[in-house]
Structures are given as C-alpha cells and as structure tokens.
C-alpha cells in the first residue's frame, strides 16, 4: 500500500475508508456501518461492540479468501492463523455484549434451543 491512510487528520474513521493499493488500485476498508453520533447514549456501547463484531467476521473472511488465493503454504497458513484470532477477538465482543444487553443474551438461549428442537 502507499502512504495513503484511511485515516488522515482532520478527518473521522466513517469518512475515510480507502486507500490505493499497488498499482493504484482502491482499496475499501471497513467502515463503521451506522452513524454512530445518532444514536442514544444509552444504545452507544451496544452499537459499538456490534460494529467491532462486524468488524472481525469481516476481517476473519478476508484472511480466509486471501489465504484461498495464495500459493505460498507459509503465507496461507499464516492468513488461516489470523482468522482462527478473529473467531477470537469475535467473542471477546460478543462476551461484552452479552454484559450490556440482557435481551440479547436470552434472545441466543432461545435461538439455541430452537436449533436443538429442529435438529434433535
């Protein structure tokens, strides 16, 4: 990548999500995928550690296709590492999530329990 930055002074994440790669191909990096300065106080840290699980299975598919695309075994098997890190840092967020939002926490129970009652 060159010099170009998604994040440049003067300017916030969600308003600079890429860059030119080699060759001066662009590049589109993630970017939060809500506004986050309308929502209410109270929802904020909820949004965020949503956004940062986007985040990660973003990421996570991205080592994984790349890892797809390479003929270096070291290279592939490096990429696989990182994702298998993101399943990882996903439920990092997810813990802290759970924290934060009792309903979403009940809401998976009952979703798990729906999947046991089909498959059972």
């Known amino acids: 990548m060159t010099d170009n930055h ?19 191909s662009q590049i589109v990096l993630s970017k939060i995928p809500v506004d986050l300065s309308k929502i209410k106080k109270e929802g904020l840290n909820k949004e965020i550690l949503r956004a940062g699980m986007i985040a990660e299975l973003d990421a996570k598919n991205l080592y994984e296709q790349m ?37 979403q926490e009940r809401e998976l129970g009952e979703g798990k329990k729906e999947i046991e009652e089909l498959t059972v």
């Open 67 to 103: 890892a797809s695309m390479t003929e270096s075994e070291t290279i592939r098997r490096a990429l696989l590492d990182i994702a298998k890190e993101e399943k990882t840092h996903l439920g990092e967020f997810e813990a802290l999530l759970l924290r934060e939002d009792p309903e």
């Open 6 to 24: 998604s994040q440049r002074p003067g300017k916030s994440y969600k308003e600079c999500n890429s860059v030119h790669g080699l060759g001066g």
